[in-house]
């Protein structure tokens, strides 16, 4: 199981407005800032250093952030984190988004609007400049995001505060149902509301 706790007397700092999962794990000197989500078992371990998350990020499920003594793990506000990634004493800057299971290392800085794509490793000290994709392993520079992903990034953001804002409001332990309730509701998410990246691309190369 999860929770908030101090370690050597200092105790994380999470806004009211931010949702952390109750099964989230967040250590010591973290600062959370308004209207973040931070999913189900997402680890936030400021046992060493610093971590700081701008307002309005995301640090999905199963991610993990720490960094070494004396130093930072920063999200500038606001950032995408994506499930299963590792960041490390890194810096991520203003609607950068960092794809699912990606790694990023110490001294690393992603720039403002950039894109790490999914399973990538981002090596220490590796700087992105603002609005550039990266990939591989180890990364390297693949080009200059198009509009549709930079669109797809910003969506993101803000896809999970809004989810940030539903879970603070209805998320809550239940007995599940043995079978189907024909009544049983249905989300109230609308599909124009979150669409995958290559099916943004499909649509944009049939105008």
Known sequence: MGGIYEIDGVRPVIDASSF?????????????????????????????????VGAGSNIQDN???????ERRCTL?????????????????????????????????VIGENAMVAAQAFVKAGFEVPSGMLVGGVPAVMLRELSET???????????????????????????????????????????????ALHERKRAQDTK
């Open 20 to 52: 952390v999962h109750p099964d989230a794990v967040v250590i010591g000197d973290v600062v959370i800032g308004a209207d973040c989500y931070i999913g189900a078992g997402a680890t936030l371990r400021g046992d060493l250093g610093r971590i700081d």
């Open 63 to 69: 991610c993990v952030l720490h960094t070494f003594p």
């Open 76 to 108: 500038e506000s606001p950032s995408h984190v994506s499930h299963g990634s590792v960041l490390h004493g890194c810096v991520i800057r203003a609607y950068g988004f960092i794809g699912i299971g990606a790694i990023v290392m110490d001294d690393a």
């Open 149 to 195: 992903e930079r669109s797809f990034a910003r969506g993101g953001i803000h896809t999970y505060q809004q989810i940030a804002k539903r879970s603070l409001a209805t998320l809550r332990a239940t007995e599940p149902l043995r079978e189907i309730d024909p009544t049983r509701p249905r989300l109230a998410v609308a599909a124009s509301d979150s669409v």
